[in-house]
């Protein structure tokens, strides 16, 4: 009897420390299978951070790299990359700016208010999340305010605005040509502006104020040149040479033509705008035929005075009767090529 009740307490006591020993080791992690390893590092990899929407208080970008550096700068190409996407978007679906205003220029130029974008600090680029995978890449999403994006743009751009307006006010009581020049230059500065202007009005909307001294400034100074040129004299100075005649008597003819108001040299004073014919000449036979090649430059200037502008001009002419035939159809094709550019570029 006891010898039984022996053996029934040892084998109670085995089977409970059997019991504690495979508790123990039912408690040890298991190792995972590898299609279970596999999974988990591909969830770590693949890792993302969802990319926002641009919207109306600010724009964002997400890039990766192999440093925190890196992403962020990458972070910021694909901001910068979104942004301009979504402005030129804005362009082409606005019908109303582009009837008022790109006619002054083209989408191409537009494409110059892009540097813009580049030269706005890293430092003002805010880094909302980021994560570190585990080989390493890193994965930041950045943000910028519209408000502040557009500040520095938008006092760069009046800082410009501000002085073409002054000159012209104080421009009133100069001279036909003093005004013209200065209305002519107002007018290329101002189309200067206007990609900065149409990018900085998209990130954030002018004043009302402000965006009309640019979009009917355009148009005004515009205007204002063409009225002005109407009203202005020309006089042609002598020339070197007879050759030279020839051309001098084309530029005369184009004035004439567009009815603009001529006068001798003698009669030019202060106020009449000059014009400079001077060039240089070659004259070739060849296969009895003369050839005649002019490279002329025309400066309009004040009297006794630096030029505004200098066009140059490359022009031939051929004839199997005479050099001089030769000449007078290179001179015809000046003609021509002034009435296509010349009082444009005036």
Not at 266 to 280: D, P, Y
Request: proline fraction near 4%; include cysteine; charge should be positive.
């Amino acid at each position: 009897m006891i010898g039984y009740r022996a053996i029934s307490t040892a084998l109670t006591v085995m089977l409970l420390f059997g019991g504690c020993i495979h508790n123990r080791v039912s408690l040890k992690p298991q190792p995972t299978s590898n299609t279970e390893h596999r999974a988990v590092e591909t969830a770590l990899s693949s890792y993302r951070i969802e990319l926002p929407q641009n919207d109306g208080s600010a724009f964002f970008g997400l890039g990766e790299g192999s440093s925190e550096q890196e992403a962020k700068e990458r972070a910021v190409l694909d901001l910068n990359r979104r942004v301009w996407s979504e402005f030129m978007a804005e362009i082409d679906s606005d019908i109303d700016t582009r009837k008022r205003l790109f006619r002054y220029l083209s989408k191409e130029e537009i494409g110059k208010a892009k540097r813009l974008l580049k030269s706005f600090p890293l430092s003002k680029y805010t880094v909302l999340k980021s994560h570190t995978r585990k080989d390493g890449t890193v994965i930041l999403l950045v943000k910028v305010r519209r408000a502040e994006l557009s500040k520095p743009l938008k006092r760069d751009l009046l800082r410009r605005l501000v002085p073409i307006e002054e000159r012209w006010h104080s421009s009133r009581k100069q001279s036909v040509i003093e005004r013209y020049i200065i209305a002519k230059d107002s007018f290329k500065k101002m189309v200067a502006l206007l990609p900065e202007y149409l990018f900085s009005n998209y990130v954030t909307p002018f004043p009302a104020p402000i965006a009309e001294r640019v979009e009917r400034g355009i148009p005004y100074f515009d205007r204002t040149a063409g009225r002005l040129k109407r009203r202005l004299k020309f006089c042609i100075e002598p020339v070197s040479t007879p050759a030279m005649k020839f051309f001098a008597e084309a530029v005369e003819k184009v004035l004439q033509k567009e009815r603009m108001l001529y006068m001798n040299d003698s009669e030019a004073h202060s106020n009449t705008l000059c014009i400079t014919v001077k060039g240089e000449l070659t004259h070739k036979k060849r296969a009895q035929k003369h050839i005649f090649e002019a490279k002329l430059e025309l400066a309009l200037h004040k009297r006794y005075e630096s030029p505004i502008s200098i066009q140059s001009y490359i022009v031939r002419g051929e004839s199997e009767e005479s050099g001089t035939r030769a000449l007078q159809k290179a001179a015809q094709e000046l003609e021509k090529e002034l009435q296509k550019r010349f009082l444009q570029a005036v």
